[in-house]
């Protein structure tokens, strides 16, 4: 599972790169130790060229790009379906859109149900916010990993 993650993070991160000239309207910082590497996402699920409804930002302490960017996760509604990805980002300043684009390259696809997101390929992988915000996400052995929220 937590292989899946970093494949998904690396993917955001070449986006990133691409798409680092564009400006979004707002920003939060955070604190970063990643530890870990990442590899592209082998099987994109998400619209191409769609912004949606951002839900929520998790940062990630344990993962980085292979350029050393630093990682966090939005969760995205977009006509009634919800994305999670992984956004990358330079430095201790995290900029987040309040209408982010749905990366095709790296967002997956959640299905709610009750009160939980489950991954559309992957029915094992589960997320869940717990009480106090942060992300909590669950396969077939249990909880694997968990995100501090940051927005």
């Known amino acids: 599972m937590r292989k899946q993650l ?3 993070a690396i993917a955001v991160g070449m986006a990133f790169t691409a798409c680092q ?23 994109p699920t998400a619209p191409a060229g769609v912004t949606g409804h951002l839900l929520g930002v998790w940062y990630d302490e344990g993962l980085k790009t292979e350029q050393g ?4 996760y939005e969760i995205i509604s977009y006509n009634g379906k919800v994305f999670i990805q992984p ?10 859109s309040d209408m982010p684009e749905i990366n ?7 299905k709610k149900s009750k ?13 869940k916010v717990d009480k106090k915000g942060n ?7 249990g909880l694997i990993a968990s995100f501090k929220k940051v927005m």
């Open 115 to 127: 009160g939980i997101y489950i991954n559309v390929n992957e029915p094992n992988e589960i997320y």
């Open 104 to 110: 095709p390259e790296s967002a997956v696809e959640l």
């Open 6 to 8: 970093a494949n998904l």
């Open 69 to 72: 960017q630093q990682i966090a």
């Open 21 to 43: 000239s564009k400006e979004k309207p707002k920003a939060d910082s955070v604190a970063a130790k990643p530890t870990d590497t990442i590899k592209p996402l082998a099987h």
């Open 135 to 141: 992300l909590l996400i669950y396969d077939k052995t």
């Open 87 to 96: 956004i990358a980002f330079a430095g201790k300043k995290l900029q987040v």
